[in-house]
């Protein structure tokens, strides 16, 4: 797995403090989610999505959070049906790809709404992401078989995210504590579309 | 297994909506996925509530999906029952014959079903004598080899004819007392004329209209803090997949309600599933419109540790950025690639204070998920001199 930690082109918190942050609460928001996936949980080529202004969206574009994007460096969610394929097919979780997955940064006690929900993913095909070393990532040794079955594994999830028998459109709800001090907290959840049954049941 | 007639009448009492046929109760959990509360319980033991019976209580939502799919209708009781007075005396006494003759028919296949198991009994004792007189003969002719069965053959065929006298018992035919649940033998089911209109159901009506058909089973949801449990099968052979709680639209949602849901869903081994209808009541004409313009999201834990508490390393490679002095304090921040901490560093001669160092520090506390990281730091009087400082790690 590529470990490169890749130059930070995001400000720092301290800039943030003196610029950004008192022209948009939002985006001080943003950038604490930010932070705490590039710092804490170690994610990589992490970027910061403005909400798309095309978007036919009902919700006004001021209102619309930006989203992040980054890989992170363990899988975090793989659907029951899924796992169950792979450990069939004797694939462990870090012999795929690393993934990029989106993430919507929101504060406590912002107002949220079903709306902005499905806003969020009705945009998330009109975002496009900057390939950078996305590519460096998918050069891997092939291993032969493992290589083989990996290929499968590919094909069988193109169709399974066809008939979203392995869940659907997915992104992680990052949730950042203010108020009471602040210390920091930022929470994550996993929210997909429609009804996708629990991982553990 | 009997089909009632379709509509299934709903027995509306005192703002309940009540069924009373077990077969209605059956058909419609087998068919339907309607599965409600059953509430009775019997007048003796008035306390217990793990057992309960007929009637079936429906929830709102429950009656009104069934009469929108035409399966059911809602009948006011206390009118449907003036009828009872208006009922002619003849086919009173008719239908207190035809309980009579059912109570009747229940006792002889009560006698019946007895008579069969003493049978059995009986048969399975003569078995075993069977057994055991082979078993002894056996033994005999381990010592006598020309041994002749007949004999102990006879003795089972003597034996015979008695046990079958036995199980010929009396049939005792007293008719039993039977209450039907249902009014509706002596009365005429209710014209469509009767039938009250469909229930008023909450906002959340859409959400549980979608899920029910997408084939959920939903029961009410008090047990789990939400609106409507849903389960992929029968809930007696299922566990159920999610925590539902319906919003409108632009209903504003608390965050921490999410993260209420979804840590107790995660917790129960659930889903929390949070959806509601596009459109609201003025813009749809009707709830089947609402019911179309359902959206549902699953949301779960993501339960993301930390990769890393903290590792030392990172705090070692910090920078450090000289502040504003006032006085003997200089306020300096550290920057490392994980934190930003702000600190005070106070002039302090080691010489001149030794011993006392500590009185003289302040400390920062950064709470970084679950650990908490205290860092402080202490330098000579001069900038040059070397810079200590010292990591603690403790778990809160």
């Not at chain 2, 009656?63 to 449907?80: F, H, M, N, Q, W």
């Not at chain 2, 508490?309 to 002095?325: D, L, M, Q, R």
């Amino acid at each position: 797995m590529a470990t490169k930690r890749i130059e930070n082109p995001m400000p720092e918190l301290s800039q943030l403090n003196s610029t950004s942050a008192s022209t948009n609460p939002q985006a001080a928001t943003t950038l604490q989610v930010l932070h705490n996936l590039q710092h804490q949980h170690l994610w990589t080529s992490l970027q910061i999505h403005a909400s798309p202004s095309n978007s036919t969206s009902s919700v006004p574009q001021e209102s619309r959070p930006p989203l992040i994007s980054g890989i992170p460096p363990n899988r975090v969610y793989t659907h029951p049906d899924e796992q169950l394929y792979m450990l069939e097919q004797g694939l462990r979780e870090d012999d795929l790809r690393p993934e990029r997955l989106f993430v919507i940064p929101t504060a406590q006690g912002q107002d949220w709404s079903l709306r902005r929900m499905a806003a969020v993913f009705d945009s998330l095909d009109e975002i496009t992401v900057a390939a950078d070393d996305e590519a460096d990532l998918e050069k891997r040794p092939p291993q032969d078989e493992k290589a083989q079955k990996l290929e499968e594994y590919y094909q069988r999830r193109e169709t399974a995210n066809a008939t979203l028998e392995w869940g659907s459109k997915r992104v992680l709800l990052g949730m950042s504590n203010k108020g009471m001090g602040g210390d920091g907290t930022v929470v994550y959840y996993i929210v997909q579309e429609g009804e996708v049954k629990p991982r553990q049941n | 297994m009997e089909t009632p007639t379709v509509p299934i009448p709903i027995s509306y009492v005192s703002g309940r909506y009540l069924l009373f046929s077990i077969d209605a109760v059956t058909y419609l959990r087998r068919e339907h996925h309607i599965c409600g509360v059953l509430i009775g319980t019997l007048p003796q033991i008035p306390q217990q509530n793990v057992f309960l019976g007929l009637p079936l209580e429906l929830m709102p939502e429950e009656a009104r999906l069934l009469v929108d799919k035409g399966v059911a209708c809602i009948v006011d009781e206390t009118k449907a029952h003036d009828g009872m007075k208006s009922l002619l005396e003849e086919d009173r006494r008719q239908y207190l014959r035809e309980l009579d003759s059912q109570g009747l028919e229940a006792s002889r296949k009560l006698s019946d079903r007895k008579g069969q198991q003493r049978e059995q009994v009986l048969k399975k004792l003569d078995e075993k004598a069977k057994a055991k007189a082979i078993k002894a003969l056996e033994n005999e002719g381990e010592a006598d080899t020309p041994a002749s069965p007949s004999p102990s053959a006879s003795v089972l065929d003597e034996e015979r004819p008695s046990s079958k006298a036995s199980s010929r018992t009396p049939v005792h035919t007293l008719a039993m007392g039977v209450t039907p649940p249902t009014s509706y033998p002596p009365l005429a089911q209710p014209t469509s004329s009767q039938h009250l209109p469909p229930p008023n159901v909450p906002l959340s009506y859409p959400l549980f209209a979608h899920l029910s058909s997408r084939g959920y089973f939903l029961s009410p949801g008090l047990r789990f803090g939400c609106q409507y449990v849903a389960y992929p099968g029968d809930p007696l052979r299922f566990h159920a997949h999610f925590l539902c709680v319906s919003a409108e639209w632009d209903e504003n949602i608390d965050l921490m309600a999410i993260v209420n849901g979804g840590r107790l869903g995660t917790g129960v081994k659930k889903g929390f599933l949070l959806g509601g209808p596009e459109k609201s009541r003025t813009e749809a004409e009707t709830e089947a419109e609402r019911v179309e313009s359902v959206r549902t999201f699953s949301i779960e834990w993501a339960g993301m540790p930390p990769c890393h508490a903290v590792s030392g390393s990172n705090i070692w490679s910090a920078h450090f950025k000289p502040g504003e002095s006032f006085g003997d304090e200089t306020f300096m921040t550290i920057e490392s690639s994980s934190m930003q901490i702000e600190f005070t560093l106070l002039s302090w001669s080691p010489a001149a204070n030794a011993g006392k160092m500590s009185m003289s520090m302040k400390e920062r506390r950064i709470a970084l998920s679950k650990w908490s990281v205290k860092l402080w730091a202490y330098s000579g009087h001069s900038r040059n001199s070397t810079m200590k400082s010292g990591i603690g790690k403790s778990h809160s």
